[in-house]
């Protein structure tokens, strides 16, 4: 009988498996919003680990927010000092322009980046801010912060 009852078969009845064996069209999800409304087993024992799920997943949501923010803020910059580089009401800058703006991202890195999404010559804003984050993905988001803040301030400078 037991393991008739030990569905999931970790030598344990659950108490949705306990429910289960005595109501059989139980399903498991079922048992689970039963127990989501009205509590479980252990509903009394269990509560302070869901309240510290609950401040964990508070962080979590604060933490990706944040995070959010910092890429909205870091895209902003690079979009103003490639706007900066504009000249004579052009919408688009030449990879010469970017080159003599740029001088830490490789030759051939932009190459391969030009040949992979099929781009001409010129640079709109958009794929400018697609190379720099392709470029300084999210595991170096630091190293972007300090590229889009100094070419914001190179565009201050005559």
Same mark, same amino acid.
């Given at each position: 009988?037991?393991?008739?009852?030990?569905?999931?078969?970790?030598?344990?009845?659950?108490?949705?498996?306990?429910?289960?064996?005595?109501?059989?069209?139980?399903?498991?999800?079922?048992?689970?919003?039963?127990?989501?409304?009205?509590?479980?087993?252990?509903?009394?024992?269990?509560?302070?680990?869901?309240?510290?799920?609950?401040?964990?997943?508070?962080?979590?949501?604060?933490?990706?927010?944040?995070? %959010?923010?910092?890429?909205?803020?870091?895209?902003?910059?690079?979009?103003?000092?490639?706007? *900066?580089?504009?000249?004579?009401?052009?919408?688009?800058? %030449?990879? *010469?322009?970017?080159?003599?703006?740029?001088?830490?991202?490789?030759?051939?890195?932009?190459?391969?980046?030009?040949?992979?999404?099929?781009?001409?010559?010129?640079?709109?804003?958009?794929?400018?801010?697609?190379?720099?984050?392709?470029?300084?993905?999210?595991?170096?988001?630091?190293?972007?912060?300090?590229?889009?803040?100094?070419?914001?301030?190179?565009?201050?400078?005559?």
């Amino acid at each position: 009988m037991f393991k008739a009852a030990d569905r999931n078969h970790n030598a344990q009845i659950d108490f949705v498996e306990f429910l289960q064996m005595n109501h059989p069209r139980v399903t498991r999800e079922m048992g689970n919003k039963l127990m989501a409304r009205y509590g479980g087993a252990l509903y009394k024992e269990e509560a302070e680990d869901r309240r510290q799920q609950a401040i964990e997943q508070a962080a979590r949501k604060e933490k990706a927010r944040l995070q %959010s923010e910092r890429e909205l803020l870091d895209e902003h910059e690079i979009r103003l000092a490639f706007k *900066g580089w504009l000249r004579g009401g052009k919408e688009t800058i %030449s990879i *010469g322009t970017l080159r003599n703006h740029c001088p830490e991202i490789e030759k051939q890195v932009v190459q391969d980046w030009l040949d992979q999404t099929g781009t001409n010559q010129q640079l709109t804003c958009d794929e400018f801010v697609a190379l720099c984050s392709h470029h300084y993905s999210k595991v170096d988001a630091k190293q972007l912060r300090r590229l889009a803040r100094k070419l914001h301030e190179d565009d201050d400078k005559p």
